[in-house]
C-alpha cells in the first residue's frame, strides 16, 4: 500500500496518508473555490492519520456532507472529509512528494470559471449533480 506524507506550511502539522492511488482530482465549486482562491485540487486517501498538531486543526463544517481542515497556525488548507462515509482527500500541494500523480477527475465542471481551465484530456469532468449521484448525497 502507497504511503505518502505531508504537512501544513508552518510544519505545524504533520500527516501520513496510506491507499492513495495515482490520480487526484480538482473541484471547481464555488464553495473550494472560495476556500483556496482557485479550484481545489487534491488526493483522495484511504487512511489518513495526522501524526503531529492535531491540536492545530481547525474544523469547518461547510456543509451537512462535508468538513474542510486546515492549520489554525498558518492557515494552511489541509483535508477535505465526506462526513457519511469518511473519505478524506489531502491538498496536493501540502504532500512532501507529489511525483508520479496525475489529474484523474474535475468535479463540479460546470461550475468552473471559463477563466481558467486543466490540459489533461484524460481527466473524468463530472459535473455537480453527477457527483452528488456517484457519493449518494442528493
Not at 482557485?38 to 486543526?57: M, S
Not at 496525475?102 to 449533480?129: Q, W
Request: with cysteine; hydrophobic share 40%.
Amino acid at each position: 500500500m502507497t504511503v505518502r506524507t505531508g504537512g501544513c506550511a508552518c510544519g505545524a502539522v504533520r500527516y501520513e496518508a496510506k491507499g492513495v492511488g495515482p490520480g487526484f482530482g480538482a473541484c471547481h465549486c464555488e464553495t473550494c473555490r472560495k476556500w483556496v482562491g482557485g479550484p481545489f485540487v487534491a488526493l483522495q486517501v484511504e487512511g489518513l492519520r495526522v501524526t503531529q498538531g492535531e491540536d492545530r486543526l481547525h474544523v469547518w463544517r461547510s456543509s451537512e456532507w462535508g468538513e474542510r481542515v486546515g492549520c489554525s497556525a498558518c492557515g494552511g488548507i489541509l483535508f477535505f472529509k465526506v462526513v457519511a462515509t469518511g473519505e478524506a482527500n489531502v491538498a496536493l500541494g501540502t504532500l512532501d512528494d507529489p511525483s508520479g500523480l496525475e489529474l484523474a477527475m474535475e468535479i463540479f465542471v460546470d461550475a468552473k470559471p471559463a477563466a481558467y481551465g486543466f490540459l489533461s484530456e484524460r481527466s473524468r469532468k463530472l459535473t455537480g449533480a453527477e457527483f452528488f449521484k456517484m457519493i449518494g448525497v442528493a
